[in-house]
């Protein structure tokens, strides 16, 4: 049965229908489960009284947006979900023609939508942000830009109270007090009551609305929407269908002549207990057994967590170093940090141009900041990068999880540009960690030694060691095996990749002096000019774009060498990597296995 065909009954039926599907499908497949969870609601009754795509609907960031798929025709797909070849996990436009906007990152999607319903008046046009998200920079700039001026611009904002770890700042609680003012509710209430019954109540019903308006002014939070320009509606229900469908009826059978802001109160992970009870952990998941909530394969170690557990040890001894995140302090690894110091400790919420500018503040105070982003978020900071940190030379220490290839978060979430986009900045050095045991060895350096910004990429990789890699030093790399012929400079993780085929090559008569390469800026000058002249191959491989990568930057040195070398480079070609498991794309990519094998072997 179509869901605009259903009665109110069979709707609530099936919003529970499609919650058992979501655990199974999650469960399976990994990804965001909380937030999709805490919205079934609120897409449905979307759906049942828009006519999409005629109507767009838009989810900022997207990873709630599973509800939408379902409903949109991908619902016998959802065991396919972040798996190679499957359903992405944002919307996607190259998937299907309700995903009008590709999507990935937070805080663009009001300003996208705003600029979608300006060029189509005739279509009605929902924008669905997280309360986490609205306060990034983007999407308050969007916000005090428009005024609330364009009309049948429809503004969602579905408060859960979490992003990905708890909510911080000003605007949330901002938000939270709406939901909080019982003057405001009970007068509402009251006064109601009183207008309604009595003969003088006729008479006083002209002045109602501006009574509701005066006390709305005085008492109610969501003033700041109005004197912005925005009707402001809320906060409601989230789960209660019956009022969300008469909400959006009446809202959307008239042309509304100004933009709505639209507050929703929904509960992340509602109806699966365990994602209620932990929020954070359940907002993105790896498969898990949906009895008891628990993840499938055995947990290993994590460069991430191997990073932050450095940072504790360091902390312990240095009471200048400061830990700064953006929303994310688990998925880094600086839960520990943050729970032992917490006056050193910041989560500045979904704002990385604020972390690197604020790093950079402390910088000048005298304290050694070290800012924790992913490599995809922190590509928002750029400018940051240049004019806050790298003019003054500032002692800030950037590391970027999630560096290279991600995996099944796909093309919006790819580390691919890091490498690329910092060589173009002067006065920093960038470090890739080629094994756990390094990792302590480059924060020394980087938090007792230096005094310059400083980039570190953290892949999202297990923890593994190399014994023979007992010291660090800027510029200078570590032979972890003499061959002849064929010279391997790899970076970062991609050591252990070429390690792993070692046997494989050899028994192809291949036997390549392999470099583990963690330093990739400054380069290892003195190697490259005393040892390149002496192999017939030299490839490097890195996990980022080629274009400005690592493999340029030795080609750009031999040239101002006036050293005519070929260099044979294993990276990202102009393209975007897809979602998938890390392994399945690094194989597909060339970076492990076969396809890399083929890559060393070939004439």
């Known amino acids: 049965m179509k869901l605009k065909n259903m009665t109110l009954e069979e709707l609530k039926k099936e919003s529970e229908v499609i919650r058992s599907e979501l655990i199974d499908a999650v469960s399976s497949c990994g990804g965001h489960l909380g937030s999709n969870l805490g919205i079934v609601e609120l897409t449905m009754a979307l759906h049942y009284v828009l006519e999409s795509p005629k109507d767009v609907i838009l989810f900022d960031v997207g990873h709630q947006s599973y509800v939408h798929k379902i409903l949109t025709g991908r619902r016998h797909k959802m065991n396919t979900l972040r798996t190679f070849g499957g359903l992405s996990p944002f919307l996607d436009t190259s998937e299907s023609e309700h995903d009008l906007y590709t999507t990935g990152h937070a805080g663009n999607i009001i300003s996208a939508a705003s600029g979608i319903a300006i060029a189509n008046p005739e279509r009605k046009v929902v924008a669905i942000i997280g309360d986490a998200s609205l306060s990034n920079g983007e999407a308050l700039e969007a916000i005090n830009s428009l005024n609330g001026k364009v009309p049948n611009l429809f503004i969602i904002i579905n408060d859960n109270e979490m992003s990905i770890g708890e909510n911080v700042g000003g605007l949330f609680k901002y938000l939270n007090g709406i939901l909080h003012n019982k003057s405001y509710n009970s007068l509402k209430r009251n006064t109601k009551k009183i207008l309604e019954h009595g003969a003088i109540g ?20 969501g003033n700041l929407f109005v004197e912005l320009g925005y009707e402001y509606i809320g906060p409601v229900e989230g789960h209660d269908l019956e009022t969300l469908l008469k909400l959006f009826k009446e809202l959307f059978s008239n ?21 209620e009870l932990e929020k954070e952990k359940y907002h993105g998941v790896s498969p898990f057994d949906v009895e008891n909530g628990q993840p499938l394969a055995s947990k290993t170690m994590s460069f991430s967590e191997v990073f932050g557990e450095t940072m504790f040890n360091i902390g312990v001894k240095n009471d200048k170093v400061v830990a700064i995140s953006a929303a994310m302090v688990k998925g880094v690894g600086l839960s520990k940090f943050f729970e032992k110091f917490p006056t050193r400790s910041f989560d500045v919420g979904i704002a990385e141009m604020h972390a690197v500018t604020f790093a950079g503040g402390l910088a000048v105070g005298g304290k050694k900041p070290v800012v924790s982003i992913y490599s995809t978020f922190m590509q928002r900071a750029y400018d940051q990068l240049i004019h806050d940190i790298s003019i003054q030379k500032l002692p800030v220490t950037i590391v970027m999880d999630r560096a290279g290839i991600v995996g099944e978060d796909g093309k919006t979430h790819q580390g691919l540009f890091d490498i690329s986009f910092f060589r173009t900045v002067p006065n ?18 980087a938090l007792n030694i230096a005094n310059e910004p400083i980039a570190i990429r953290i892949s999202k990789s297990n923890a593994y060691t190399i014994e023979e890699i007992t010291d660090f030093f800027p510029g200078k790399w570590n032979v972890l095996n003499h061959g002849d012929k064929v010279l391997i400079l790899a970076t970062g993780v991609s050591v252990k990749e070429v390690l792993d085929v070692k046997e494989q090559l050899s028994s192809r008569d291949i036997n390549p002096t392999i470099v583990a390469v963690s330093s990739i800026k400054p380069l290892d000058e003195a190697f490259i000019l005393s040892e390149l002249s002496k192999y017939e191959r030299v490839i490097t491989i890195e996990e980022n774009i080629k274009t400005g990568g690592f493999g340029s930057s030795i080609l750009e040195f031999l040239n101002e060498q006036k050293i005519s070398k070929h260099i044979e480079m294993i990276a990202v070609n102009d393209c975007f990597i897809p979602h998938g498991s890390r392994s399945r794309l690094l194989k597909e990519y060339g970076f492990s296995g076969s396809r890399l094998i083929e890559s060393i072997c070939k004439e």
């Open 202 to 221: 006729s008479k006083l019903s002209s002045l109602a609305g501006r009574f509701e308006n005066s006390v709305k002014y005085f008492l109610s939070p």
């Open 255 to 275: 042309i509304q002549p100004q933009t709505t802001m639209i507050h929703i109160k929904t509960t992340k992970g509602k109806g699966y207990a365990p994602a």
């Open 428 to 445: 920093f050095k960038i470090f890739a960690p080629t094994c756990a045991n390094e990792i302590p060895l480059i924060m020394n350096y």
